[in-house]
């Protein structure tokens, strides 16, 4: 598989975006975290090209418009990985889980047909390979704590702040 690798400044640090040869996002990692991102790619795709490249203009303004607000912008940005099926399936619901919200792993367990999972559906939170995008920051502790985050959690209170700000949800 061949991809390129944009190195693009957010505002909360720069971020690794991989994009395949019809733009469409493989990886949204950060930058501090690229080993995390290259293990996951071979995990995916075993044998894989990377060439520094420009993402889309498309996947940059999604961004951009996030980051100065218009949070929903993200579902605009087209994704895919070869993660397991039950993988596949955890990542789609974590990008049903509305803006500025979070929801905790067993309650995301239950969402996905596979209640008491809740280790499973970390396990999978663990191994998204495309941060931000598909938002594993909104899965929380059923404590209400946050928990780990490969971006840490730093940058996952950020995002999670971030989204409340801008979201419209009614009282």
């Known amino acids: 598989m061949h991809l390129q690798l944009e190195r693009w400044k957010s505002p909360m640090t720069t971020l690794l975006l991989v994009t395949d040869d019809e733009g469409i996002v493989r990886a949204l990692d950060f930058a501090q975290t690229e080993d995390r991102m290259h293990r996951l790619l071979r995990l995916h795709y075993g044998q894989y090209t990377l060439r520094d490249g420009a993402a889309p203009a498309s996947v940059k303004t999604a961004l951009k418009s996030y980051f100065d607000g218009s949070i929903d912008a993200l579902d605009e940005i087209q994704v895919a990985t070869n993660g397991t099926p039950f993988q596949r399936k955890v ?36 191994a998204n390979p495309i941060g931000i995008v598909v938002p594993c920051h909104r899965v ?20 999670l702040d971030h989204e409340r700000r801008y979201a419209m949800i009614p009282s």
């Open 91 to 126: 990542w789609k619901a974590l990008r049903d889980i509305p803006c500025g919200t979070t929801t905790h792993y067993g309650r995301l367990a239950t969402e996905v047909g596979h209640p008491g999972a809740s280790r499973a559906v970390g396990a999978a939170n663990g």
């Open 140 to 159: 929380i502790g059923a404590s209400g704590k946050l928990t780990g985050y490969a971006g840490g959690l730093s940058h996952k209170q950020w995002l």
